[in-house]
């Protein structure tokens, strides 16, 4: 059953992706990937980690993307004429993404894994007993830098006055 | 019967190279993020199946510094396209090259 579920969101999964990046609708592209990343947090809920699929459709669905479907509204780009990649570019990119892609298949389908050991359930009260004990200076350091983030993207988008 | 790690990690390793190309062969600038976004969320998921095949949570930790990391890394990149825009009245990025020599 687990297999199943698993098989499905990952084809979805794959052909959202394709879409994502291949099609030429910039909003096309946004909505395929917000499926995308439902999928995934299926792969996440199914992997023991019910806070990250938590976390994946509050923060990926819910904010990033909405961030870039609002971008592609504001800036209202005209669909680019000329977004045919260069003979080289195209030779280049697909001679590398056969290669990451095929490769990291083939790696993963043959290096035999380690042992499973018994599986940690990642509850959000695990993970934040992780995150205000071990990890409690890199989980401080993450707000500075979203507080950064924030004013910097602010004062980039700022008008002259 | 639970998912074997070998075919988690094949997925990741199909979405990473998905998304390598949306990097490599888009020349919207939006298209490129979105390359960038599906990339970090295959290395997101091997980072999972890694932290279920050890039986530890610090796997599952990193994977929520990655999503906090990205949700900046998406707003000043948004901010610097829309900033890009406003000067050039494009986000092409073939045509980003006033910094050449």
């Known amino acids: 059953m687990e297999l199943a579920v698993f098989y499905v969101a990952a084809v979805v999964a794959v052909a959202t992706g394709v879409l994502a990046v291949a099609h030429r609708n910039p909003v096309v592209n946004v909505m395929s990937l917000v499926v995308t990343f439902f999928c995934v947090a299926v792969c996440y809920a199914l992997l023991a980690a019910p806070f990250l699929a938590a976390a994946q459709i509050l923060v990926y669905a819910g904010a990033i993307l909405v961030l870039f479907l609002f971008v592609v509204m504001l800036l209202n780009a005209p669909l680019p004429t000329t977004d045919q990649p260069r003979k080289a570019q195209r030779i280049v990119g697909a001679a590398a993404v056969a290669l990451v892609g095929l490769g990291g298949a083939a790696l993963a389908l043959l290096v035999a ?37 924030l004013v910097g993207a602010m004062v980039l988008v700022k008008r002259k006055a | 019967m639970s998912v074997p790690t070998t075919h988690i990690v094949t997925l990741a390793a199909l979405l990473f190279a998905v998304g390598a190309g949306g990097v490599l062969l888009r020349r919207s600038g939006i298209s490129v993020l979105l390359g960038i976004e599906l990339m970090l969320n295959a290395v997101n998921l091997t980072l999972v199946a890694f932290a279920r095949q050890h039986g530890h949570l610090d796997g599952q930790v990193f994977v929520f510094f990655i999503m906090a990391v990205a949700a900046a890394e998406v707003a000043v990149g948004l901010a610097l396209l829309v900033a890009i825009f406003r000067h050039q009245q494009s986000i092409d990025v073939d045509r980003l090259n006033i910094l050449r020599w």
Request: no cysteine.
């Open chain 1, 113 to 149: 894994p380690a042992p499973r050991a018994p599986v940690a359930e990642g509850t959000a009260a695990a993970i934040g007993r992780l995150l205000v004990g071990p990890h409690l200076f890199a989980f401080e350091l993450v707000s500075v830098l979203l507080l950064a983030a």
